[in-house]
Nanobody
Framework: QVQLVESGGGLVQAGGSLRLSCAASGRTFRDNAMAWFRQAPGKEREFVAGINWSGDSTDYADSVKGRFTISREYAKITVYLQMNSLKPEDTAVYYC?????????????????WGQGTQVTVSS
């Protein structure tokens, strides 16, 4: 049974920072791309950032470039999303996702496994 468990969400003021974590278990995620998506109320789920498992390829949505950083830790099979300079428009439920292949893609349909989501709320 594949499991992705997110943590680290919460309430923060605009300009603040949060770090999200996604712990993977149930299979070997050594050759798989992983990503973070988010979904705000009334909006579609959107790609935020992705990383291939070798770490030599990352991708970011234009709206978060320069503010968010995705990284991974092999030993703990964990992916992180460091979020700095947060804005109210970053408020959403953030989801961790993994796909069976090594390349990062931005579409939700490309991902095979999803976490339950963690709420991030940025107050103005």
């Amino acid at each position: 049974q594949v499991q992705l468990v997110e943590s680290g969400g919460g309430l923060v003021q605009a300009g603040g920072s949060l770090r999200l974590s996604c712990a993977a278990s149930g299979r070997t995620f050594r050759d798989n791309a992983m990503a973070w998506f988010r979904q705000a109320p009334g909006k579609e789920r959107e790609f935020v950032a992705g990383i291939n498992w070798s770490g030599d390829s990352t991708d970011y949505a234009d709206s978060v470039k320069g503010r968010f950083t995705i990284s991974r830790e092999y030993a703990k099979i964990t992916v992180y999303l460091q979020m700095n300079s947060l804005k109210p428009e970053d408020t959403a439920v953030y989801y961790c996702a993994a796909r069976r292949y090594f390349m990062v893609l931005t579409g939700t349909s490309a991902y095979d496994y999803w976490g339950q989501g963690t709420q991030v709320t940025v107050s103005s």
